[in-house]
Each structure stands twice: as structure tokens, then as C-alpha cells.
């Protein structure tokens, strides 16, 4: 799937659904001229026939419905878990300004490291499906020396225990982050979307329509419709991946934030 990632989805979009609906039609012909030699409309019914294709699609809409809510599900926790990392970022640094110098400016610069690896080099490792480790040494250097930290006063610890507690949080959103990188549909389901979407087409073959054209364009319709479907499930697929993918918009804001801040 990744070469499909890097087609603009405008573009995408209307591939899928000229693929459906190319093969829908090449399809429905081939059928029918068969049926009609082996003499096979003469032993159907429409009656039945519709009986069984609206089960058959009333069961592949209901799949294919519940795979399309789960992979938009996937893309807003996608986007939830950057939006909060990036807002966690903010509330640690302005918490990191607490203590006192030197140790707060060896303590903010990480932070404004961190947060322009993410947009420099952790987001072009994303678009790509691979993960980058440049941001977790950085976290984890800033971890040590905040952890080594000795407060002296009252007001210190108050600080201190803040600034780990907002520490401990920024990694958690970082690892839901990453792990949203490997979010995707399993092939398994795929290969439900696809068969199922197949059956479903070839069920509408099986009404006994005397005008093609008719017919063409109620097939066309179907396909049409279930191409959309798919082509939703496919763009969804991947949140950080491909040239759709979600944007460092809220890290490139915070960082602009960071660097105003004295």
C-alpha cells in the first residue's frame, strides 16, 4: 500500500472508482453473454434473485461499515495523539522554567530540540512508515538529568515533581504517537473488502435485465458506491503515512510558541 499512499487523494479517489467501475462493466458483459449462451436467465428468477442479492448486501454493508468506522477511528487517534504530545510539549517547558539556572536552560534547550526533530525528522520518517529513535534519546537524556535533580527548597520540589509528572506524560503521548504509525488495516480484512465487494457486484449480474444500458447503470451505481467505500478505508488506512498523511501543524505551532518565550 505504500506506493498508493504518495497518490494525491483527489487523484486516488478517482482511480478506485474508475478501477470498480471498469471491471463492474467488463464483468456484467462477459456474464451475460454466457448467460445467454448457456441459456442460464431463462432458470432465474428476479424475484429470488433480489431476495439473495439484498442479503448479500445488506451483510457486506454492514462489514464493510464497521472496517470504514474502525479505520476513521484509527486516523482521530492518530491526530488526537500528535495534538496532545504537541500541547504536553508547551506544558513542560513552561514547568521546566521553574527551576532555577543554570539548570533551566539545560533543561528547556532539550525541549526545543525535541520538538523540531519531530517536525524535522521524526514526521519525514512517518510519511515513509518507519519510526525514528532521534527524538527518544532526546527524551531520555532530558529524563536523566531531571531526575538527577535535588531540590533545596519547598518551592523546588513543588516544581520537580511537576515538571516529572508532565515529563512522564509527554512520553506517553509520544509512545500512543508512535504506536498510531503502525495502525492498518490487517490483511484479513482486506481480503473480506475485496471478495466481498466482488460478490456483491457479480450478485447484480444475476437479474435478468433485457437493456444493457440499464443495467450497466445500475451496475455502474453499485460500483461506484462500494469503490467510495473502499477508496475511504484505503485513505484512512495509514494517518502518518503518504502525502496525505496528518501534518506537524501543532508541533510547528508550539514550536513558534517556544521560540517567543524568554
Not at 37 to 51: E, P
Not at 142 to 153: A, C, D, H, I, Y
Amino acid at each position: 500500500m505504500k506506493n498508493l499512499d504518495d497518490i494525491p487523494v483527489w487523484l486516488f479517489a478517482l482511480l478506485t472508482v474508475a478501477t470498480f467501475d471498469a471491471v463492474g462493466f467488463a464483468g456484467l458483459v462477459c456474464t451475460r453473454r454466457l448467460g445467454h449462451m448457456l441459456g442460464l436467465y431463462a432458470l432465474l428468477d428476479n424475484n429470488t434473485v433480489g431476495w439473495i442479492f439484498s442479503s448479500i448486501l445488506v451483510m457486506y454493508a454492514i462489514a464493510i461499515g464497521l472496517i470504514a468506522i474502525a479505520t476513521w477511528g484509527n486516523a482521530s487517534t492518530a491526530s488526537l495523539a500528535a495534538s496532545q504530545e504537541a500541547s504536553h510539549i508547551v506544558t513542560l517547558y513552561r514547568t521546566l522554567a521553574g527551576y532555577p539556572e543554570p539548570h533551566r536552560s539545560e533543561f528547556m534547550r532539550p525541549i526545543l530540540a525535541y520538538t523540531r526533530s519531530v517536525i524535522e525528522i521524526a514526521w519525514p520518517a512517518q510519511r515513509r512508515g518507519e519510526v525514528s529513535e532521534k527524538g527518544t534519546e532526546i527524551l531520555f537524556d532530558l529524563g536523566s538529568r531531571v531526575f538527577k535533580f535535588e531540590p533545596t527548597t519547598s518551592g523546588q520540589s513543588v516544581v520537580h515533581a511537576e515538571a516529572l509528572r508532565a515529563f512522564n506524560t509527554l512520553v506517553e503521548f509520544r509512545r500512543r504517537r508512535i504506536e498510531a504509525t503502525t495502525y492498518a488495516v490487517p490483511t484479513a480484512l482486506w481480503v473480506v473488502v475485496l471478495i466481498g465487494a466482488a460478490l456483491s457486484i457479480f450478485a447484480s449480474y444475476l437479474f435478468n435485465i433485457k437493456s444493457l444500458l440499464a443495467q450497466s447503470l445500475l451496475t455502474t451505481l453499485l460500483a461506484s458506491m462500494i469503490a467510495l467505500l473502499v477508496f475511504f478505508i484505503a485513505s484512512t488506512d495509514h494517518p502518518y503515512r503518504g502525502v496525505n498523511a496528518i501534518k506537524p501543524l501543532a508541533y510547528e505551532i508550539v514550536l513558534s510558541i517556544l521560540t517567543q518565550i524568554p
